[in-house]
């Protein structure tokens, strides 16, 4: 049995099956690919029963072929845009102390100021 696709491509195929971990997509006659959950919509998806129909023709693209196993990895999640991002969650955050200025001293020059601090906290 060969496989007439390949990675990337956008296929139309239709639903034979849903489990709680994914849907069965039958591509042709021959072949059958597998969407798994995660791969089904972006966000959190609850049932699949609610997105997919048994019998229903969708949209899908090749994520993964398995050279050995021959299974097809598909994707519907790829096809749709992104999500916009939360506002809070647009900027990166840095986690610093601005009080410290130690810039990039080597630790041995700081060594004996650390060692003497101590000493002062244990007294």
């Known amino acids: 049995m060969t496989i007439d696709y390949r990675v990337g491509d956008i ?4 639903v034979t099956g849903i489990q709680p971990y994914g849907v069965f997509v039958l591509l042709d006659a021959h072949q059958q690919g597998l969407i798994h959950i995660s791969e089904c919509q972006h966000g959190y998806v609850e049932r ?4 997919f129909k048994v019998g229903s023709t969708i949209q ?11 299974k097809i990895s598909l ?7 992104a999500p ?37 906290e244990l007294d």
């Open 11 to 14: 296929i139309d195929g239709r």
């Open 48 to 51: 699949l029963s609610d997105h």
């Open 60 to 70: 899908v693209m090749v994520l993964d072929i398995d050279e050995y196993s021959k």
């Open 75 to 81: 994707s519907v999640r790829a096809l749709l845009p």
């Open 84 to 120: 916009p991002m939360a506002a809070g969650r647009q900027h990166k955050h840095y986690w610093t102390s601005r009080r410290d200025r130690t810039g990039f001293t080597p630790i041995a020059d700081r060594l004996p100021g650390w060692v003497a601090s101590q000493l002062k």
